[in-house]
């Protein structure tokens, strides 16, 4: 765990690096997530770090030497200090990155033979830039501080699993996107704990042995597979679990393991939640969820008319508001960012806004659609009507559209009678002909 050799007395005990949550870590986090202006005396330094990547083994060493006798030169515990303390640890990293590079041809550091992509377990490496990073990351493979402005580092662009360079080739996890699409949807059943004798006592992600009432290494339990990880593997993280908001309607964020944040993460904008099918019942506990259902019905019906509207095509009036398509094109489909939304109340400003715009075209712009609403036989009134206003009433079997109240008064669907008679009439017309023959 101990990378490099922070001679710890001589720049006032900063622990070596260490996983995210650990105590050893406190220190040397405040240190690393330091915002805020650079010392005067360091701006130069960090200035020449950073535009220097082609800096040699010997400038390194030699930048070092400046660096400690300035962390001599300031106060103990001052904010000073830190920053030369912090600038000390990057430039002995970048020390180690150099001779690393000098014995692997592959290293990035090596421009023209380095790897800038790479394809592994599934996931898409890209190497990415050395910046300074306003937030503090880990490496989700061996958990310890991803020093952004000097170590090279990988980011996966399908699931943004982040890695150090030395640490590539040994991930274990399989990038959260092909999990995702392999398995088409979400774990149904809360916390299906299978237990730690049929795991073998060994964490589910990279296999370590786990103990028992150790304190640091105990079993941690991934709310949403059942399953228990390592301290590396399960960082308590927390996450809205689908399967307790389908459910029991419980959208209190549950401790998850690093790869089920991430596939979480990964699937959460994706519709693949039939809720009437996992849970009909919640619809009618949940009224938000009725009222969602109906819009989207009523968006459902507004989408017929526009997908044949030339005008509409022409202005792309369906697709340049929408971000969330599948709530347009299916009526039962639903994300897990969407019950989110529900939940919050988000989604219904931004459902109404469409319906909105969508009833402007079709009922005041639109000549095309305004010729296409429907009289309402009952009553004859000349004001068109559409299938999907909340008034109106589609008979099943002759698509003909009524005002609710006007079809409700009649026991049978008058249009249905109308076509009825008709029928009997011809067949009358042709029984009266064939007898003439
Ligand atoms: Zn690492
Ligand atoms: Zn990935
Ligand atoms: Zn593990
Ligand atoms: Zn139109
Ligand atoms: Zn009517
Ligand atoms: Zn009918």
């Not at 792309?316 to 919050?344: A, C, F, G, R």
């Not at 969508?358 to 005041?364: A, G, L, N, Q, R």
Request: include cysteine.
């Amino acid at each position: 765990m101990t990378m490099i050799d922070i001679e710890e007395e001589e720049i006032g005990g900063v622990a070596p690096l260490d996983r995210p949550e650990s105590a050893s870590s406190v220190s040397i986090d405040s240190v690393e997530s330091m915002n805020g202006d650079i010392p005067i005396a360091l701006e130069a330094e960090e200035l020449q770090l950073a535009l220097n990547k082609e800096a040699t083994e010997e400038e390194l060493l030699k930048a070092i030497m400046r660096c400690k006798n300035l962390v001599l030169e300031t106060d103990e515990c001052s904010l000073e200090r830190k920053w030369i303390v912090r600038h000390l640890i990057e430039l002995r990293l970048r020390l180690q990155e150099c001779r690393e590079a000098a014995t692997d041809p592959e290293h990035p550091r090596n421009k023209s033979s380095g790897v800038s992509k790479r394809t592994i377990k599934g996931h898409h490496f890209i190497l990415q830039p050395l910046l300074r990073s306003t937030t503090s990351r880990y490496c989700d493979h061996c958990t310890s501080t991803i020093w952004c402005l000097v170590q090279a580092w990988y980011e996966c662009q399908d699931c943004s699993y982040s890695c150090h360079y030395k640490c590539m080739s040994s991930v274990l996890r399989e990038c959260a996107h092909v999990v995702t699409s392999e398995r088409g949807a979400f774990e149904m059943e809360i916390c299906p704990e299978v237990g730690l004798s049929a795991q073998r006592y060994k964490c589910a992600e990279c296999k370590a042995h786990l103990e028992l009432n150790k304190g640091y290494n105990d079993p941690k339990r991934c709310d949403y597979n059942g399953l228990y990880y390592c301290s590396g593997c399960h960082w308590n993280s927390l996450a809205i679990i689908p399967a307790r908001v389908v459910h029991n309607w419980d959208f209190t964020p549950k401790p998850v393991c690093q790869a089920t944040l991430q596939q979480l993460k990964v699937a959460s904008n994706r519709p693949i939640i039939n809720l009437e099918s996992l849970n009909p019942k919640l619809f009618n506990f949940v009224h938000e969820l009725n009222l969602l259902g109906r819009l989207r019905n009523d968006l459902y019906g507004m989408r017929k008319y526009l997908l044949v509207c030339r005008i509409a095509n022409e202005d792309h009036l369906l697709w340049k508001e929408i971000d969330v398509p599948h709530l347009l094109e299916t009526t039962n489909m639903y994300s897990l960012q969407d019950l989110v939304d529900v939940h919050s109340g988000e989604i219904f400003i931004k459902i109404q806004t469409w319906i909105d715009t969508f009833t402007k075209h079709i009922k005041v712009d639109c000549e095309i659609c305004k010729g296409r609403g429907h009289i309402c036989e009952v009553c004859s009134n000349d004001q068109p009507l559409y299938p999907f206003e909340s008034n109106a009433v589609t008979c099943e079997d002759c698509h003909g559209v009524f005002h609710k109240n006007c079809f409700n008064r009649k026991n049978n669907c008058p249009k249905c009678i109308r076509l009825k008679e008709r029928d009997n009439h011809m067949k009358d017309i042709n029984c009266v002909d064939d007898d003439d023959e």
